[in-house]
């Protein structure tokens, strides 16, 4: 993933006309990697947390 950085933040430097679609699609497969690697390494206790943090945020913005 580090490596797949580099190469977007090469992207930014580049003089050529700048692609932002190719730009977020790169991020958002960043994005979904990270995304699976917390859900393999976190505990089961953690996620439930996440989630329950997450459907209060969103009864908050509903509530308005």
């Known amino acids: 993933?580090?490596?797949s950085l580099r190469s977007s933040?090469?992207?930014l430097d580049s003089p050529?006309?700048?692609d932002f679609?190719?730009?977020e699609r790169r991020l958002t497969?960043?994005?979904d990697k990270l995304s699976a690697l917390v859900m393999t390494v976190a505990?089961?206790?953690l996620l439930?947390?996440?989630r329950a943090k997450s459907m209060d945020s969103y009864r908050h913005i509903g509530g308005k």
């Open 1 to 3: 993933m580090p490596e």
């Open 9 to 11: 933040s090469l992207l």
């Open 16 to 18: 050529a006309k700048f």
């Open 21 to 23: 679609e190719d730009l």
């Open 29 to 31: 497969v960043l994005d």
């Open 43 to 45: 505990t089961e206790e």
């Open 48 to 50: 439930l947390r996440i």
